[in-house]
């Protein structure tokens, strides 16, 4: 569906050009979406900066999210949890976890900075695709608590039930594909690989 991640943003940046000269705020989720929201923000003229959320990891399997928490330690968690062995212990043990890995990022993403103000701007927010979708609601949950004039959600890719998640989140998604069988975002990209600390501090610096 897309040969990379340079090739999904283009296309998100087109379908976002409405914005472009407006000034928006490209919040990226991390470390996924980080170049591709550097190559969205210079198409459309905007500013650059991360949004720190982490999803909580269910027990024994540390890829499926079962919820996810922001900065503010506000906590989302999935009506599916407890299916996977996850009780208000192993929650709360989770959550201190992941808010303690975002302290750390914080540190050493923008360590010279605070991050950008959200307050009375066109705030769009992008990942590099969407499953569950636990990071992106947490994101857009403590975004919205920061008043934007205009909060967006744009993704290349997402399962259509996950899309209606974030439509009472945002007051705008956009989503270039929605297809009906979805098992992880990185089956959509012919070129997938992790992107690392160091990549996402020098694109921020450049910033």
């Given at each position: 569906?897309?040969?990379?991640?340079?090739?999904?943003a283009?296309?998100?940046?087109?379908?976002?050009?409405?914005?472009?000269?407006?000034?928006?705020?490209?919040?990226?989720?991390?470390?996924?979406?980080?170049?591709?929201?550097?190559?969205?923000?210079?198409?459309l003229?905007?500013?650059?900066?991360?949004?720190?959320?982490?999803?909580?990891?269910?027990?024994?399997?540390?890829?499926?999210a079962?919820?996810?928490?922001?900065?503010?330690?506000?906590?989302?968690?999935?009506?599916?949890?407890?299916?996977?062995?996850?009780?208000?212990?192993?929650?709360?043990?989770?959550?201190?976890?992941q808010?303690?890995?975002l302290?750390?990022?914080?540190?050493?993403?923008?360590?010279?900075?605070?991050?950008?103000?959200?307050?009375?701007?066109?705030?769009?927010?992008?990942?590099?695709?969407?499953?569950?979708?636990?990071?992106?609601i947490?994101?857009?949950?403590?975004?919205?608590?920061?008043r934007?004039?205009?909060?967006i959600?744009?993704?290349?890719?997402?399962?259509?039930?996950?899309?209606?998640?974030?439509?009472?989140?945002?007051?705008?998604?956009?989503?270039?594909?929605?297809?009906?069988?979805?098992?992880?975002?990185?089956?959509?990209?012919?070129?997938?690989?992790?992107?690392?600390?160091?990549?996402?501090?020098?694109?921020?610096?450049?910033?």
């Amino acid at each position: 569906m897309f040969r990379d991640r340079d090739e999904a943003a283009i296309r998100l940046a087109e379908r976002l050009k409405a914005y472009r000269g407006k000034n928006p705020l490209i919040l990226a989720i991390p470390r996924g979406a980080v170049p591709m929201a550097k190559i969205i923000a210079d198409k459309l003229a905007g500013e650059l900066d991360v949004v720190l959320v982490r999803k909580l990891r269910a027990p024994n399997q540390p890829e499926l999210a079962i919820g996810s928490v922001n900065e503010s330690g506000w906590m989302y968690q999935s009506d599916y949890a407890e299916l996977y062995g996850a009780d208000s212990a192993y929650i709360e043990s989770e959550k201190r976890l992941q808010m303690d890995t975002l302290r750390q990022r914080r540190a050493q993403y923008t360590p010279v900075r605070a991050p950008i103000d959200p307050a009375g701007r066109i705030v769009i927010v992008i990942d590099d695709g969407l499953a569950t979708g636990a990071t992106m609601i947490s994101a857009l949950h403590g975004l919205r608590a920061r008043r934007p004039a205009k909060l967006i959600c744009a993704v290349p890719v997402s399962p259509p039930d996950t899309l209606l998640k974030m439509a009472d989140l945002a007051d705008e998604v956009v989503c270039l594909e929605a297809p009906a069988v979805f098992q992880a975002v990185g089956q959509f990209y012919r070129h997938f690989p992790q992107v690392d600390d160091e990549e996402v501090i020098e694109l921020l610096r450049k910033n």
